[in-house]
């Protein structure tokens, strides 16, 4: 598949090399009117940026794809693994918000009935499930935008743009929550029934034992509802962000960027989208911890019971959550790239040709 596609990316808009409009000698967004010439730009174009930058393998070869994954576990993996105390506590929130009524008093009833070794329960099956996840968002997404840009063409990709990203990273998501839905519901169990078990080996044998393998997929259609919208406004969101930030708040075009300059564009942009995902995808969260912990109900009993309220249970704990883990994620996803030498192309600019038709050059 991976070199099936590799040969249709280099029409891709998204591809740096192929955005030559400056050395092409068209008039960027950023050009000034005709007077008398200035004093010497100092800045690169993007060709030039493309060729003084050596990469490590081609965009959308097999090894950008596989590295691209590798981007995702270790950003995904890493960044959920470090918030498993805040996640215990907003899950416990959802579950029992009688017991643990705000974020805070969530903290301290947790350290005192379970002291501070508490707080890490579930770690295991976080970073196992959400290492996979990212495997497949990250590695994923990055195949379908490659795939669904040439089955629009060049114009297309770029004018529906915000539309290719939320397709690609729904398709992506698809297969992410599939990988992620056993130990989503292995955590779930260890962080929201005290007693049950207190390890990923202890639990995952006790559910399939009582439950079969449905223990472990039961949670998955709800997942779907929390994790695709979720990742739809994560990636359509901050891809766009980007796109706004380079052109109307960061003061000099990409290219004359340095690499931490463009690392902390990622960061603020990451952060951004994470707030809209977590208010997005919070209902179904609050779906997907209820369901998990009882036996035999269903996604939509659950909510029924919760009710409009209900569902809205520890939103505060996760927008910082989430907030914090998609700008980390994002930060940590672009620095293995740049690590890596991986090709990073900028946010992508209006083809020759639709120039041409909209009557922008001459």
Known sequence: MFSSVAHLARANPFNAPHLQLVHDGLAGPRSSP??????????????????????????????FFILCG????????????????????????????????????????TLK?????????????????YSLQGLCKFGFYEVFKVL????????????????????????????ADIALAPMEATKVRIQTQPGYANTLRDAAPKMYKEEGLKAFYKGVAPLWMRQIPYTMMKFACFERTVEALYKFVVPKPRSECSKPEQLVVTFVAGYIAGVFCAIVSHPADSVVSVL?????????????????KGVWKGLFARIIMIGTLTALQWFIYDSVKVYFRLPRPPPPEMPESLKKKLGLTQ
């Open 292 to 308: 998990n912990k009882e036996k035999g109900s269903s996604a939509s009993q659950v909510l029924q019971r919760l009710g409009f």
């Open 70 to 109: 590798l981007g995702g576990i270790i950003s995904c993996g890493t960044t959920h693994t470090a918030l498993v105390p805040l996640d215990l506590v907003k899950c416990r929130m959802q579950v029992d918000p009688q017991k643990y009524k705000g974020i805070f008093n969530g903290f301290s009833v």
């Open 113 to 129: 009935e379970d002291g501070v070794r508490g707080l890490a329960k579930g770690w295991a099956p976080t970073f196992i499930g």
């Open 34 to 63: 005709a007077g008398p010439p200035g004093p010497p730009r100092r800045s690169r174009n993007l060709a030039a940026a493309a060729v003084e930058e050596q990469y490590s393998c081609e965009y959308a070869s097999g090894r």
């Open 148 to 175: 669904y840009s040439n089955v629009l063409g060049e114009e297309n990709a770029y004018v529906w743009r915000t539309s290719l990203y939320l397709a690609a990273s729904a398709s992506a998501e698809f297969f």
